[in-house]
C-alpha cells in the first residue's frame, strides 16, 4: 500500500507520454499536409445519431444519470483522375475524432450538410484515402499532457517525501 503514489506517479507520467507522442504525430502530420492536394467534393451523407446512457451509481444517494454523446457520420464524394471515390473520414489520424466535443460534432453536421460543395485534402501515396479537415488543433492534446504530467510528478514527488 506504500508504493501506490508510485505507481500512481508512473501511471500518469506514461498516459503523458501517451499525451506527448499523439501531440508530436499530429505536429508532424499538420505540417506535412499542407502539401497535399486540396479536391473539390460533394456531401453525399451527413448525420450526427444522440446515444443515451444512463448511470446508476448508488439510487439511495444519488439519481441515476444519463449522458449523451453523438456519433457522427459524414460521407463524401470526390473525382480524381476521372474516377469518383468516397470517403468518411474527418481527419487524417482517425484517432483525432476521439477527441471532438458534442458541440464540436454538430458544428460539423451543421457545416457539411448534404449535397454541399466542400474542399478536402487528398493523400498523395493513396488517392482512395482523402479527409475533409486537414489540421488539428493540438491545444487539447497539450492541455491533457500537461495535467497528466503534473499529476503523476506530483504523486511521485508525494511518494519521495517532497510534500
Given at each position: 500500500m506504500e508504493k501506490i503514489?508510485?505507481?500512481f506517479?508512473?501511471?500518469?507520467?506514461?498516459l503523458g507520454?501517451?499525451?506527448l507522442?499523439?501531440?508530436?504525430?499530429?505536429?508532424y502530420f499538420n505540417d506535412k499536409i499542407k502539401d497535399w492536394q486540396s479536391l473539390n467534393a460533394k456531401v453525399l451523407k451527413s448525420s450526427l445519431t444522440e446515444k443515451k446512457e444512463e448511470f446508476n451509481i448508488d439510487t439511495d444517494i444519488y439519481s441515476s444519470s444519463t449522458r449523451i454523446t453523438y456519433e457522427q457520420k459524414i460521407e463524401f464524394e470526390y473525382d480524381y483522375d476521372g474516377e469518383k471515390y468516397k470517403s468518411d473520414k474527418i481527419y487524417y489520424l482517425e484517432f483525432n475524432e476521439w477527441f471532438l466535443t458534442n458541440n464540436q460534432k454538430k458544428e460539423l453536421s451543421k457545416n457539411y450538410y448534404k449535397d454541399k460543395r466542400i474542399?478536402?485534402?487528398l493523400n498523395p501515396k493513396d488517392k482512395c484515402k482523402a479527409f475533409l479537415i486537414d489540421e488539428f488543433p493540438i491545444n487539447k492534446l497539450i492541455i491533457?499532457?500537461?495535467?497528466?504530467f503534473i499529476a503523476g510528478l506530483f504523486f511521485l514527488l508525494q511518494e519521495w517525501n517532497y510534500f
Amino acid at each position: 500500500m506504500e508504493k501506490i503514489g508510485l505507481i500512481f506517479g508512473l501511471l500518469f507520467i506514461l498516459l503523458g507520454l501517451i499525451f506527448l507522442t499523439l501531440t508530436l504525430i499530429n505536429l508532424y502530420f499538420n505540417d506535412k499536409i499542407k502539401d497535399w492536394q486540396s479536391l473539390n467534393a460533394k456531401v453525399l451523407k451527413s448525420s450526427l445519431t444522440e446515444k443515451k446512457e444512463e448511470f446508476n451509481i448508488d439510487t439511495d444517494i444519488y439519481s441515476s444519470s444519463t449522458r449523451i454523446t453523438y456519433e457522427q457520420k459524414i460521407e463524401f464524394e470526390y473525382d480524381y483522375d476521372g474516377e469518383k471515390y468516397k470517403s468518411d473520414k474527418i481527419y487524417y489520424l482517425e484517432f483525432n475524432e476521439w477527441f471532438l466535443t458534442n458541440n464540436q460534432k454538430k458544428e460539423l453536421s451543421k457545416n457539411y450538410y448534404k449535397d454541399k460543395r466542400i474542399n478536402i485534402y487528398l493523400n498523395p501515396k493513396d488517392k482512395c484515402k482523402a479527409f475533409l479537415i486537414d489540421e488539428f488543433p493540438i491545444n487539447k492534446l497539450i492541455i491533457y499532457m500537461t495535467i497528466t504530467f503534473i499529476a503523476g510528478l506530483f504523486f511521485l514527488l508525494q511518494e519521495w517525501n517532497y510534500f
